[in-house]
């Protein structure tokens, strides 16, 4: 069982930068492609970010400019950098690794943008 653990988030002001970390446990199954999703109180969890094993990547339109996805595969970690953040940004965010047969996904962390 392949366990996954997101950190990084926390309380910042409009404006401020966080980055946020996730690292899975080691696995026979190598990497595909690791997402972040966030997920507001009542809403469904919705796609921020993804990169695949070959460094593609692509982003929701609300944080394109702003945020920045990096790996590294070696470490079975995937990063999230989140810059100029808005109150729209707040949520749970959640960290999915798939592998050729599953997805795994962490328990999250919040980040929480208000003034």
């Known amino acids: ?11 910042v002001q409009p404006g ?25 109180p009542d809403e469904e969890r919705e796609l921020v970010a993804t990169i695949t094993q070959d460094g593609i990547t692509q982003y929701a339109d609300s944080v394109k400019g702003r945020f920045t ?7 079975r970690s995937v ?3 989140m810059n100029n953040l808005t109150p729209e940004d707040t949520g749970i965010y959640y960290c999915k690794i798939t592998e050729p047969y599953r ?5 999250g962390t919040q980040v929480t943008v208000s003034s």
């Open 1 to 11: 069982q392949v366990r996954v653990a997101e950190s990084g988030g926390g309380l």
């Open 16 to 40: 401020e930068s966080l980055r946020l970390s996730c690292a899975a446990s080691q696995s026979e199954f190598k990497i595909l492609h690791m997402t972040w999703y966030r997920q507001e």
């Open 69 to 75: 996805i990096s790996s590294d595969i070696a470490k």
């Open 79 to 81: 990063y999230l950098q």
């Open 103 to 107: 997805d795994y996904w962490g328990q």
